[in-house]
Nanobody
Framework: QVQLAESGGGVVQAGGSLRLSCAASERAYTMAWFRQAIGEEREFVAAISWSGGNTYYNDSVKGRFTISRDNAKNTLYLEMNNLKPEDTAVYFC?????????????????WGQGTQVTVSS
């Protein structure tokens, strides 16, 4: 069973940047970031294949967020730039095998506890 632990959340002003990390207890194949704002459903943010050769983004974050991974460290990252108040949410790391329906939370087997990101205007 893969255990995931996110870190790096915080409070930042609009236009600022944050870097989230997700440490996995062992090899994790497809990995992704989701987010959930208060009163909203969990939303896909970005995903990356095991090799890092394939990345996927929600249109709302394209050009601002970058997903990457370091397999030697079993760690996933999310570099977030030009943050907006609407990016405020709890950000979750998730992992699974395969790449089908990459943006569907129900396809992911393992989840972290989440880290809060708050963007003030």
């Amino acid at each position: 069973q893969v255990q995931l632990a996110e870190s790096g959340g915080g409070v930042v002003q609009a236009g600022g940047s944050l870097r989230l990390s997700c440490a996995a207890s062992e090899r994790a194949y497809t990995m992704a970031w989701f987010r959930q704002a208060i009163g909203e459903e969990r939303e896909f943010v970005a995903a990356i294949s095991w090799s890092g050769g394939n990345t996927y983004y929600n249109d709302s974050v394209k050009g601002r967020f970058t997903i990457s991974r370091d397999n030697a460290k079993n760690t996933l990252y999310l570099e977030m730039n030009n943050l907006k108040p609407e990016d405020t949410a709890v950000y979750f790391c998730a992992s699974r095998s395969g790449l089908t329906e990459i943006n569907k939370p129900r396809k992911y087997e393992y989840w972290g506890q989440g880290t809060q990101v708050t963007v003030s205007s």
